[in-house]
């Protein structure tokens, strides 16, 4: 299906998903330093951005994106390519090495490894997120992003370092969380959520230290259903990409062949 994207770069393909309520821009911090070696195609899943919703009947689940994920990448005529993904898009990125569709597959945070209590944490912050976002007066939300204590009030649970994310993302991003039509059957599908079969591709796992999302020790069960260390992305939160650019371009570069 046809998917909102932003292409830069030239080299091997490097697919990036963001996760549940987020867009493409998510990216932006990292992704001038990946297009120095790699085609980056960063995407707005179904639903989420400004890319069309799920055909009526298909339903929002991390399988049917990934499904919409790898016909995009068909209709791009990019074949087997790298892809990372954050939270939901980490779930994917996995989900497509399970399925041997990609080269290789970063994870930075992914969804699925949660326990029954961390689900409805989890659920419950994002519900909260997007009703906050949804309330909140665009001038009301320009304001509180400009200032440093409200920035760090609004995205304090998905960063580690609000005052390096610029105060138009965090703007952009809570417009995105807040009109997005996929948002609340995604969320509900969490609940069926189990770890993806094993992987068929090589994978790499990161961890945000301070993810206050999907804490940490969720990182230990990804381990276990990966047999190999995860990475831990020390000084970064849930969405680790503003936090350390440099850091998580490192890491994707890595997990792609270097």
């Not at 007066?137 to 005052?163: D, I, M």
């Not at 831990?232 to 998580?248: F, I, K, R």
Request: glycine share 10%.
């Amino acid at each position: 299906m046809e998917l909102a994207f932003e292409r830069r770069g030239a080299g091997p393909p490097l697919i990036l998903v963001h996760g549940i309520g987020h867009h493409w821009q998510g990216w932006l911090p990292v992704m001038d330093r990946l297009a120095a070696s790699r085609t980056v195609i960063a995407l707005d899943l179904p639903g989420f951005g400004v890319s069309p919703p799920l055909p009526a009947g298909t339903p929002y689940t991390a399988e049917a994106l990934a499904d919409a994920v790898e016909a995009f990448c068909e209709l791009l005529g990019v074949r087997e390519p790298h892809v990372a993904g954050n939270s939901l898009g980490g779930y994917i990125a996995l989900e497509l090495a399970s399925r041997g569709v990609v080269r290789t597959a970063t994870a930075l945070s992914p969804a699925g490894f949660w326990s029954p209590s961390e689900l409805v944490y989890t659920r419950t912050v994002l519900r909260a997120l997007r009703a906050s976002a949804a309330a909140l007066p665009p001038e009301q939300a320009a304001r509180a992003a400009a200032n440093p204590a409200g920035r760090a009030l609004t995205a304090g649970l998905l960063v580690a370092r609000p005052s390096r994310l610029a105060p138009e993302a965090l703007v952009a991003a809570s417009q995105a969380m807040a009109a997005a039509p996929g948002f609340e059957e995604t969320l509900e599908s969490f609940a069926g959520m189990m770890p993806p079969a094993p992987p068929k591709a090589p994978i790499t796992i990161a961890w945000g230290e301070h993810d206050r999302l999907l804490p940490r020790r969720q990182a230990v069960r990804a381990a276990r259903w990966s047999g190999q260390r995860v990475k831990l992305l020390l000084g970064c939160g849930h969405l680790p990409m503003s936090d350390d650019p440099e850091l998580v371009a490192r890491v994707l570069l890595e997990g792609s062949g270097g």
